[in-house]
């Protein structure tokens, strides 16, 4: 990885990191813990943002350890194994069931602002770099200027760009952009859609509708279903994500602005809150900042 991205990715684990490990390591060699210490101990991991379940399952597994053990195990040890146990091996590809040498589609979705069209430019650039042959569909036709960017980003990274007129059907534009791509012998459709509010039940059939077409039109395994959070969106992106979740079938999550003081933490949370793999980490507004989500690099990251 080149030495800038990897330098924005740790310091995202940094924020997990500080403090919470030394806290550890004292409590652990301390005689006797108070309750208030466990308490405050469960406080530091909320700041974290791996959300208050998981923060009450560390903080009583960790003092059990110690109890049971008598202080001899090895706490950085079970640290790991149970940091690493909200992963599954091998779920952060994309694609892992796809048939090869058909036309393959990410669909993107989430609220407003997450950062769904940066992320399309940047998958694009992977993708192409990877050797694919990219069509960036822009489904937003709500918004003019939503296909411009679109259509700037296709530019950039040296793909086609498809997208229809200013309030054409979403649904109508993505069939003929995912029939296009199968006429042009493309291997990747990247599907950008308008930002979505949970309020709004119009707004919400019609992404149903579009995630319909996508899926009607390819293979199973071929179809990745992405949800785009913002690592700074806390509680409330939970809460507008859970409307998102039941009209598309979400096969994988991509994690935004981990650059820009994101705890760390939150991706413990969305995996165990949503029961999804995260599949890139964004880490900036360049073409190449997204990195592939590496379980084991990140938890290692943490524990030692
Ligand atoms: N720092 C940072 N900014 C990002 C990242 N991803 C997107 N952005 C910015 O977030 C803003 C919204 O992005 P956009 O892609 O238009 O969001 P959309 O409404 O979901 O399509 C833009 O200013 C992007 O440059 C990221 O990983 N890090
Ligand atoms: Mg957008």
């Avoid at 149970?82 to 694609?95: A, M, P, Q, Y």
Wanted: hydrophobic share 45%; aromatic share 10%.
């Amino acid at each position: 990885m080149e030495k800038g991205l990897w330098k924005r990715w740790l310091q995202g684990v940094e924020r997990i990191k500080e403090g919470v490990k030394e806290r550890l390591a004292q409590l652990w060699s301390q005689k006797s813990t108070g309750p208030e210490e466990w308490e405050e101990l469960e406080e530091m991991l909320i700041a974290t943002d791996i959300g208050p379940a998981l923060a009450m399952e560390l903080v009583t597994e960790f003092r059990s350890l110690k109890e049971r053990s008598r202080g001899s195990a090895d706490w950085r040890e079970w640290l790991y194994g149970k940091l690493i146990s909200f992963f599954k091996e091998g779920e952060h590809n994309l694609f892992p069931q796809a048939q090869p040498d058909f036309l393959k589609a990410i669909f993107l979705v989430g609220i407003n602002g997450v950062g769904k069209t940066t992320t399309a430019g940047k998958l694009a650039y992977l993708a192409q770099e990877r050797g694919e042959k990219v069509v960036l569909i822009s489904a937003d036709t709500f918004r003019a200027a939503a296909n411009e960017q679109l259509a700037i980003w296709a530019e950039r990274v040296g793909c086609r760009f498809f997208g229809g007129s200013p309030g054409a059907d979403p649904a109508a534009v993505v069939y003929d952009g995912l029939q296009s791509a199968l006429k042009s012998k493309e291997t990747l459709a990247i599907v950008d859609t308008a930002g979505r509010s949970h309020v709004n039940k119009n707004l919400l059939a019609e992404l149903e509708k579009v995630s319909r077409v996508v899926r009607r039109f390819l293979p199973e395994g071929n179809v990745e279903n992405i949800l785009v959070i913002d690592a700074l969106a806390g509680q409330n992106a939970f809460v507008q994500v859970s409307a998102i979740v039941q009209v598309v079938p979400l096969t994988g999550i991509i994690l935004t602005k981990w650059d820009s003081q994101a705890k760390g933490g939150i991706l413990f949370r969305i995996r165990r809150e949503f029961g999804l793999p995260v599949k890139y980490i964004g880490v900036g507004e360049g073409v190449d900042d997204l990195i592939p989500f590496d379980a084991h690099e990140f938890v290692r990251a943490i524990v030692f």
